[in-house]
């Protein structure tokens, strides 16, 4: 889907360059091992004068999604808030969620949550195996998009 790219307060680059369909629950430390490697491909490919050894760190996490990218924001039983379900959107959508979810749940308001609850509630995603199929077609369409950054 092409590459995300953030430095940090202390100079530190973070990037975020695959997106896949994966259990996480059957992860091994070779598949974390294929995405360093296919990362560090892609820093080299771009800038070949830096160093090897460049990336000091490699993680893989999961996200969340909703077939219609909306985020979930509601009280669902008594003193039982949720927000969550961000779509990748990262840590500024989960950082204005979780900071408005806990006013909402102490009985105020602000004009962010009004914003918020007047999107469009989430959707589920279709059930395997249609999920697994509609998901690897729309990387696959990402990918040929972002070519480029690759």
């Known amino acids: 889907m092409g590459a995300t790219i953030r430095m940090t307060k202390d100079r530190r680059i973070l990037i975020r360059n695959t997106a896949e369909v994966h259990n996480p629950f059957r992860m091994t430390q070779s598949d974390l091992e294929k995405r360093s ?24 996490g999961i996200v969340s999604r909703t077939r219609n990218s909306s985020q979930i924001f509601e009280k669902i039983d008594d003193n039982i808030f949720v927000a969550g379900c961000y779509n990748g959107s990262g840590i500024g959508v989960g950082t204005l969620f979780g900071e408005q979810i806990a006013i909402k749940a102490s009985n105020e308001t602000t004009q962010a949550i009004e914003v918020i609850e007047q999107k469009n509630q989430p959707t589920w995603l279709p059930p395997e195996p249609f999920l697994s199929l509609g998901v690897k077609l729309r990387l696959i369409y990402e990918r040929f998009r972002a070519k480029s950054e690759v």
């Open 37 to 60: 490697y296919r990362q560090k491909i892609g820093v080299k490919k771009r800038f070949p004068q830096l160093p090897d050894d460049i990336i000091q760190s490699t993680w893989s």
